[in-house]
């Protein structure tokens, strides 16, 4: 069994910053990508940020030069630290892990529960 939790939504005011967290947890035998994907009110689900195992990143281009993702791998954690926050960034943020179970060769895709971020004055 592998699960994703994420933790650290919440209410900010816009400029303000945040730090989400998603630790993977269960029989890992070891995780591939991870990203990060948000779904604001009414809108479609977008990619937001991903990093590869060896720690190489993409972004979304709304996001460029305020939001940084990295892991800690020893930890099975993704991080989204987010600063500049605007308005526009309010949504329901979700991790995302591709992850092999411990004695297993085939990996799944999996998610976390997802976590409220509203910026707002």
């Known amino acids: 069994q592998v699960q994703l939790v994420e933790s650290g939504g919440g209410l900010v005011q816009p400029g303000g910053s945040l730090r989400l967290s998603c630790a993977a947890s269960?029989?890992?035998?070891?995780?591939?990508?991870m990203g990060w994907y948000r779904q604001g009110p009414g809108k479609q689900r977008e990619l937001v940020a991903t990093i590869t195992s060896r720690g190489f990143t993409t972004y979304a281009d709304s996001v460029k030069g305020r939001f940084t993702v990295s892991r800690d791998n020893a930890k099975n954690t993704v991080y989204l630290q987010m600063n500049s926050l605007k308005p526009e960034d309010t949504a329901v943020y979700y991790c995302s892990a591709n992850i092999r179970i411990s004695g297993r060769w085939s990996t799944d895709n999996y998610w976390g529960q997802g976590t409220q971020v509203t910026v707002s004055s």
């Open positions: 269960g029989s890992i035998g070891s995780i591939n990508d």
